[in-house]
């Protein structure tokens, strides 16, 4: 087994038998040296793996159908310095044509790749160009970040419906409340919860301190007092927070999404789109439009490493749009009655001059 294994999320084992040794000391550099957590490491994996099994089919070294079993170890050196940005742009392409792979998709993949041809450029001098230096992104389409009203968000909290009540709202308040991630609330152990406080371990191992609401407390203190009478705590999930009564374990992230869906289903916003990351959404948007928050304090409570990332949650929700729009001067300028065809030219235009004076409000000189 690696050193660098998780031992709640097996799969996020940093050594993987399948793939070439270039591969394998680049996610350990991306784990170690960079600072990335395992599950990034592991999406790095999963991109770098597919991109190899699409070069075997394009440069017919297997069959379409035996993509899956090209062995990928035997990939050397000379393989890597065969690649080409043509072969990069032709695998983006494929992903937009054929899996129908959004920008946001694509651009994820390219930035895996990006990193390890910048790895072996740059880190271990294996390759002397980088293949991706010239591989431009694709235009992300700008889509406003979705959320729950402030009465929906209310809707859901009055619908839980659960074998275990005070875990499951305890759940959906710290997501809206706090504004964290899933992962973040999977990670909670016991040792975490300070007074009115909560640590947070977010991505790339980075932590950041994040304050509990009254609303977060409640629904805490109920949830604790229920969580203390379980029999069956497993010995190596006794520190976390949040439990499975069946099992006694550590909920994995699966299960709190299928927590968050059926309550979302029993409060009647199911098939909207909303999901944790869209509670996530919520908290950060509800925060931002009471004006008591700016976007640097916001930035540091969501544990955004840049600014820019904070800006999505920033836009302007429909109140305020009609609020802007209906602060023009000319948003109370009623209808204007045409003239009769048989006025003249001249008279027309003094007429209809005069009914534009009139709707304008009259300034004091």
Known sequence: MSAYFDS??????????????????????????????????FNYYEDLKEFFRYLAVSRHLCAADAADAFDQKQIDAVFL???????????????????????????????????????????????EKDPTGSVESAKNAKVLPKYLTKEQ??????????D?????????????????????????????????????????????????????????KHYLRERAKMPN????????????????????PRRIQQIVERCLQT??????GFSTHKLRHTAATLMYQTGDVDILELKELLGHANVATTQIYTHLDTSQLRSAVNASPLSRVKYIQPEEPDATPAAAEADGQDKVDAAQPTTQK
């Not at 270039?22 to 957590?37: D, R, T």
């Not at 705590?233 to 994995?252: N, V």
């Not at 409060?267 to 909207?272: N, V």
């Open 267 to 272: 409060a009647g916003l199911a098939g909207k």
């Open 8 to 41: 709640i999320h097996p799969k996020l084992d940093v050594s993987h038998p399948d793939v070439c040794s270039y591969v394998n000391e680049y996610l350990h550099y991306v784990a170690v040296i960079k600072g990335h957590s395992l599950q990034t490491a």
């Open 153 to 162: 968000a209310v809707e859901l909290l009055s619908n839980v419906q659960s």
């Open 81 to 127: 310095r065969s690649i080409t940005s043509t072969e990069i742009y032709e695998f983006l392409y494929m992903l937009q044509q054929q899996k129908n792979c959004k920008a946001t998709t694509r651009n994820r993949k390219l930035s895996a790749l990006r990193g390890f041809f910048k790895y072996l450029t740059v880190s271990v001098n294996v390759l």
């Open 233 to 252: 705590i497993q010995p190596t999930d006794k520190g976390a927070l949040f439990l499975s009564r069946r099992t006694g374990r550590r909920l994995s």
């Open 164 to 220: 275990f009540y005070e875990r499951d709202f305890c759940i959906l308040t710290l997501f809206l409340n706090c504004g964290m991630r899933l992962q973040e609330l999977v990670k909670i152990d016991l040792v975490d919860i300070k007074e009115d406080t909560i640590l947070l371990h977010g991505k790339g191992n980075k932590e950041r301190t994040t304050y509990l609401t009254p609303a977060c407390l409640d629904a805490m």
